[in-house]
């Protein structure tokens, strides 16, 4: 298995940057759709490799609230760019989207974190074995 932190860092980081221009741009919301799918698929294969590995609970039940946290940034940009492609009113100001992929960025950022930490060979604790 490939180090964690180079197979997620390496594929989001540059994608972040292309939400704030779909944001910026009008005309980049439907590329920006794409984005964000790519940046949630990265997600799921985040969680796959995660899965399947001998980490403790808290650090589980950090990652599993970053997941849901994560979730609802997409959910809300997701809606951003679906409503500024349909040429339709945009579900929201900018400056509110900018605002959740700003969170969206912090959250991935803390992902890298958390891929660092299990590359180093984070386990479980033997003390919370039962």
Known sequence: MSKLEEVFSGRVC?????LYEGINEDGKAESSLGVLRDIESILQEFRKETEGMDIDKSLNIQLATQFKNAAAQFLKLEDYFESVKGGGEPSMDKDTATKYASNLHLIL???????KELDRGHKKDPYEEK
């Open 14 to 18: 540059d994608k972040i940057e292309q």
């Open 109 to 115: 950022n803390g992902f890298v974190d958390y891929a």
